[in-house]
């Protein structure tokens, strides 16, 4: 009774962790030859914090994670367009973290050695495709072509995922939009709570920082990523997405010159990392099947989404969460991969739809729209009821409104 995991991100190492949880056996087949701290910085909303604290890593993020305090928008000229607070200062029973993408990966890594031990995970096994039967699936693995036998396969294997490719051969590359994101770490003095995620600009110029550490007691400067972005013709084309390509500066500082606020030197920001990363901001349209037979997507492979509102890493853990209840409720069967997707694909589906409309980032392209991002009271630009409508309806939509999250039940059954 084995369940074979393609890829050790964040929705692998969720799900073998969780399969472990509920006694249920795995094994992760992953393509580098050494899984490294790789990224930048990703917020983890609380609804995917409450699903790793489950799993008894609640020590290992506050290691590694900033609690979020507040979210704050700005218009392109640094005027506050609106501020909430996040995580435990807004109600959750869970706090919302900020933090390094690589240090969570190899987080969740160490546990799954820990708790499965060393041989759970096998690398330098870059999965080629799959076959399913009535009662059993199988992986192939690049190169060699050897074949191994589980009862289930699951995609978690990114947004190149082999696994789809193979779901659906006509489907083609990611879809860019226009945008490209240059990403990086400075260090800088803490600005506005000292643990905010700051929004400027509007949809086709935007920058992006929160801290991912707190300031040294030495130097009193922290760890701050930030994303810088930009907004072009999409029919131009741009380079491929890898998440490691590094980027120039030339590229996309002038654009930001002037954006020098009383709450945050940007330009300054910029100057002071020493390497950033591009990244045209890619997603998939949504598809109508994730399974095949005894075979699954997860995390990326089944809905990559544009890094808006923070949900990338947060749904990759949920999902791996609902299969496992699902694999609880009817062992590792077809029918449990069916009753996974029928939960996780049409709420996924609709944040990649409601990250392509801006998501809550919307409330500055409407500042933008109306104003040109200049104001004096806000509220003469945007009620407040349309502030607030904004921000509740996408954690509706992603699955944390606090209340409904405080009150649910555990995915996960205990043993
Ligand atoms: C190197 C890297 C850096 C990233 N940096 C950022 C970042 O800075 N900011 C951000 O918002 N998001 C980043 N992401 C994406 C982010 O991790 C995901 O959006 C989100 O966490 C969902 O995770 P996932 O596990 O579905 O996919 P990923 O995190 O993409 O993990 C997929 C895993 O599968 C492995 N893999 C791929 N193909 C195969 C194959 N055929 N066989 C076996 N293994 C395979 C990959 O090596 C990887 O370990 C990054 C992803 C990667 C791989």
Redesign the pocket.
Known sequence: MTVLI????????TLALSCHQAGIDCRI????KV?GP?????NLQPHAVRELYELGLEEELEAIGVRTREVAYFSRKGGQIWAEPRGMEAGYNWPQYSLH??HL?MMLFDAVQQRLGPEAIITR????GYSTARSSAKIEL?GSGETILGDIVVG????????RRQMMPDEGPPVWGGAVLW?ATSLAEPFLTGATMAMAGHERQKFVTYPLSGPDPETGRALVNWIAELKYDPSQGWNRED??RQGKLEDFLPHFEDWNFDWLDIPAMIRSANVC?E?PMVDRDPIESWTDGRVTL?????H??Y?IGSN??S??IVDARVLVRAFQDHGLSADALAAYEAERRPATTRIVLANRQNGPDQVMELVEQRCGGTFGDISEVLSRDELEETAAAYKTLAGFDVGGLNSRQPIVKAL
């Open positions: 393609a890829g050790a991100g964040i929705a692998g190492l087949y992953e393509q580098v899984v790789l990224g930048v910085g990703i993408r690589g990966q096994s870059g999965v080629s690049a978690c294997d990114g947004i190149h995922s082999a696994i990403r998440w490691n990363f990244y997860m995390g990326d492979a089944a990559p989404m890094p990338g890493a749904q990759a």
